[in-house]
């Protein structure tokens, strides 16, 4: 049996020696951006990527999705690597060679690398067959950026895939901006926020703007149920267990001089605990009710589930932070002070298995990572240079997740 050291520069040295074609094809899957959760043009490339290799491919009927599952030479456990493929509806701006020829489609997320690393991982890990112990899942999965391909494949059987549920999940989201290029960025416990929607309709009854007691304006109920939303984040919820609530719209009336029948308010909720979210999911709607009720109005408000909060096991982050350390060396790794509050529907898989959801840091070399166009700017640059290192720690999790289990 080969030392450790050794199959660790072997796959680094391995994941080197396919630079090109592994850039090759996340600029040309980078070129033809496609969005939600039908992809055929993406997963068209996908499979010509994995075609030959020794993998039990299946193709999603909902959904354009790849599930590839490598059989080892050596009996084991499963693990899950997961890559999304879906782009966002942004009119790319970077001025690449190989930007996106598709006006209002742009891969500003940077999930053409995840999917050209993932593929790269696959061939790479093709190659090691005989060593490997146990299986492998290759989850190529659409709609990130909505409406939520990860809970579509659990629902069908990702997880099922290899006859066993995987003993531990991996996904790499590549960041074009807050790391240096090629560090990789991860916490244990909460690394993204549960993102869900607040829908609440004032009604009231209209009438002339000059003679409000004959009527009942929703305005000024509507704007108090706005504030009230924010002294219920401050003083209901624990500071350090955070909420954020944030009304991204409000619409009510037609003039100045006419009460409007109804307002209408939504507002974009994150939370970091289920016990967070549960809670507001249960309380914002009545606050805005009982204000509207106080009023002598009704209220309809409605606590719409999106995402929920990405939980990284603790053992398996500690895991992928030594893993990282022997692959890539010491100071590859930094532990992040705080989650993001974004969201990712990498959280249906980490709901279900353990594992880890990493970060890693692809602003162009020479730009500066703290002014750098983030993730979802129609100026976010991602570098094809963190495309082997990225391929490499992949296949290094699998095959290093499987011998220790
Ligand atoms: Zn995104
Ligand atoms: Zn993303």
């Not at 009527?215 to 209901?236: G, K, N, Y």
């Not at 009704?298 to 992928?320: K, R, S």
Request: charged letters at 20%; proline letters at 6%.
């Amino acid at each position: 049996m080969e030392s450790d050291g050794e199959s660790v520069a072997g796959i680094l040295d391995e994941a080197a020696a396919m630079a090109t074609e592994l850039a090759e094809l996340r600029r040309s899957i980078h070129a033809e951006p496609e969005i939600g959760l039908d992809l055929p043009r993406t997963q068209r490339k996908v499979l010509d990527a994995l075609a030959g290799l020794p993998l039990e491919i299946s193709t999603g009927r909902e959904l354009s999705s790849v599930t590839a599952v490598l059989r080892g030479g050596r009996p084991g456990k499963t693990v899950l690597l997961r890559g999304d493929m879906d782009a966002l509806p942004v009119t790319e701006r970077t001025g690449l060679p190989y930007a996106s020829k598709i006006d209002g489609a742009m891969h500003a997320c940077g999930h053409d690398l995840h999917t050209a690393m993932l593929a790269g991982s696959a061939r790479l890990l093709s190659g090691h067959q005989a060593d490997l112990a146990g299986n492998v899942i290759f989850m190529f999965q659409p709609g990130e950026e909505g409406p939520g391909g990860a809970q579509i494949m659990v629902s069908v059987g990702v997880l099922d895939a290899a006859g066993e549920r995987p003993v531990a999940a991996y996904a790499l989201h590549v960041i074009s901006s807050l790391l240096p290029i090629g560090v990789l960025g991860g916490r244990v416990g909460p690394i993204m926020a549960a993102a869900d929607a607040l829908e609440v309709t004032v009604h009231g009854r209209g009438g002339h703007g000059s003679q409000p007691h004959s009527a009942a304006d929703p305005i000024p109920v509507t704007c108090e149920i706005v504030l009230a939303l924010q002294t219920m984040v401050t003083r209901r919820f624990d500071i350090f267990d955070p909420v954020v609530i944030t009304v991204g719209t409000l619409h009510a009336g037609v003039a100045d001089n006419v009460i409007s029948d109804e307002a209408h308010f939504a507002a974009t909720v994150r939370t970091f605990s289920a016990q967070a979210r549960e809670r507001v999911a249960d309380e914002a709607p009545r606050l805005a009710r009982e204000i509207a009720a106080a009023h002598g109005m009704t209220a309809t408000a409605e606590f719409v589930p999106g995402y929920p909060v990405t939980v990284n096991d603790e053992t398996e982050t500690a895991f992928v932070q030594q893993a990282i350390a022997d692959l890539l060396g010491d100071g590859r790794y930094i532990t992040a002070p705080n989650p993001v509050t974004g969201s990712e529907d990498f959280s249906y898989v980490l709901d279900e298995v353990p594992g880890a959801f990493v970060f890693l840091g692809a602003c162009p070399p020479g730009t500066d990572p703290w002014t750098a166009p983030f993730n979802h700017s129609a100026q976010a640059v991602f570098d094809d240079a963190v495309l082997p290192d990225g391929t490499a720690l992949y296949a290094e999790l699998a095959l290093r997740r499987l011998a220790a289990s």
